[in-house]
């Protein structure tokens, strides 16, 4: 805080606070005299080599240059100086917590010593009186572990107290208004309501973990600003995926106009120029992260056209569309009927069909791996797409048409997944219905409880650091007693969910 603070220089003058480094310090035989920072953290501070020049290398530099040890040694040799010159009271000040991570700090243990050989009672800030660098609020929270605390809180800071009494009730396993249990129906949050729209991947986040898309979704709180770098690597894997779904429509589409299949042999110098184009025009939009890693990148790509370009070569079957949007418009908004009580409405996009001897083919371009799919996809119950995609073309898209979807699933184009696809026929739309029906009877009985089917799904969760903690596995479900609650409204939906 002081070496941000900026204020004209002057000689020590009386009736005012004179603040000087700890070298300085004690010469104008003040009456009082404070210093600060005496925690082990701070002072004397490491003596450990800088990694970026050694002491060794420091001395043979110059002479000239102080080594991390010199320095140690001068701030315990100024202490001492200090407090021996002291000619009126001496008060050492140290932060006995860390208010950034919660947790105690001890002091220095130069002031240790002092503390000993002159027998001083050491006195911390109590109750209300907030620590320097601390709110008042959060002066209080760090002294949490005080006798009187709940008291204290509860008559003086009501709404630390409510979010005490949230952790306690988060901490247990009945559904409660903490834990994605709204104790109330909500028709307005229901994903079937007739004057709402959404998306397959909005609906993955429901299924993978509904109190992710409660907090999302329907509470609006705004995912951590990142800027996902890796290291050696130019574009980022959303970036990659969007260059590579660029290039495959723009290829598909000039060799369908041809009036060609996708071939290697015919192809390869097509498909490769093409590459070369977009990464040149990726180049003004991404800066670059060094040679390297444009070059590694460069070779990924390549190698994922490559694999594209040899899976497609030889399939029986005509590409007929490519991104085909819906949703966007009145004629392409038409709820997706799957049963009585089951109709929503989506907006997307299709990222190509195909025309086989069985019918037609939905395929989504994955440019990733395959470990977080399953090989049946009638068995995956977090992937919704393959279906649902299928049935918007099929009743949205090409109403009437007579032809049934054979086929709908991911077709993965990266080097590790070597041009693999995971696909299924379509299951009855009733059947699909009663998949699903629970999840949609929870968005509108305000039911958003933390039971995941999948067990990865608080590792790539931005809202982790909220919640991971209390996620729960249909297993844990059943071992608990989360349905353990006096109003059963929502529950059998949650129940149902959960049996999945």
Not at 486 to 495: M, Y
């Amino acid at each position: 805080m002081m070496r941000r603070r900026r204020t004209p220089g002057s000689s020590a003058r009386s009736g005012a606070l004179n603040v000087v480094p700890l070298g300085k310090a004690g010469l104008s035989g003040r009456q009082h005299l404070f210093v600060i920072g005496l925690d082990e953290q701070t002072f004397p501070g490491s003596s450990a080599d800088d990694p970026v020049l050694l002491d060794e290398e420091r001395r043979q530099l110059s002479q000239m240059l102080p080594t991390r040890t010199l320095l140690v040694r001068r701030r315990l040799d100024a202490f001492t100086r200090v407090v021996a010159n002291a000619t009126g009271s001496f008060t050492g000040v140290y932060s006995f917590m860390d208010p950034i991570f919660g947790r105690g700090v001890e002091r220095a243990t130069a002031l240790d010593a002092l503390l000993v050989e002159h027998k001083v009672h050491v006195q911390k800030v109590t109750l209300g009186m907030p620590a320097a660098g601390l709110t008042t609020s959060g002066a209080v929270l760090s002294q949490s572990d005080r006798l009187g605390y709940s008291d204290y809180v509860s008559t003086h800071f009501p709404w630390l107290a409510s979010g005490q009494l949230a952790g306690k009730l988060r901490a247990v396993d009945t559904l409660s208004v903490y834990s994605g249990n709204l104790n109330m129906r909500t028709p307005e949050l229901d994903v079937r309501r007739a004057d709402h729209t959404t998306s397959v991947s909005v609906l993955e986040v429901l299924a993978k973990c509904p109190y992710q898309y409660f907090v999302r979704h329907v509470l609006g709180v705004r995912e951590p600003d990142s800027l996902e770098r890796h290291p050696g690597r130019w574009l980022s894997s959303l970036q990659f995926g969007n260059l590579l779904h660029q290039l495959f429509f723009d290829f598909m589409t000039r060799v369908v106009e041809r009036g060609e299949r996708p071939d290697k042999d015919k192809h390869s110098e097509l498909i490769h120029s093409m590459l070369f184009e977009s990464v040149d025009a990726w180049k003004d939009i991404v800066p670059s992260a060094g040679e390297v890693a444009m070059e590694r990148d460069r070779l990924l790509l390549t190698q994922a056209v490559d694999v594209f370009l040899s899976a497609e070569t030889g399939r029986n079957t005509d590409p007929i569309d490519f991104e085909k949007g819906f949703g966007y418009d009145e004629a392409s908004n038409e709820p997706i009927r799957l049963a009585e009580d089951v109709a929503i409405r989506l907006r997307g996009s299709i990222d190509r069909i195909d025309i086989g001897a069985d019918g037609f083919e939905i395929w989504d371009y994955k440019t990733g791996g395959t470990s977080q799919y399953q090989p049946n996809l009638h068995r995956d119950k977090l992937k919704l797409q393959w279906a649902l995609y299928a049935y918007v073309w099929s009743d949205i898209l090409r109403p009437g048409d007579g032809r049934p979807v054979s086929t709908s699933g991911y077709f993965f184009t990266s080097g590790k997944a070597n041009g693999e696809r995971i696909s299924a026929q379509p299951p009855d739309k009733n059947v699909f219905a009663d998949q699903i029906r629970p999840l949609f009877e929870m968005t509108g009985e305000g039911m958003y409880p933390h039971i995941q089917l999948g067990p990865n799904a608080c590792t790539f969760c931005s809202y982790g650091s909220i919640c991971s903690a209390e996620r729960r596995t249909p297993k844990e479900v059943a071992a608990q007693n989360i349905f353990d609650v006096t109003d059963e409204r929502g529950i059998a939906a949650v129940r149902k969910w959960a049996e999945h």
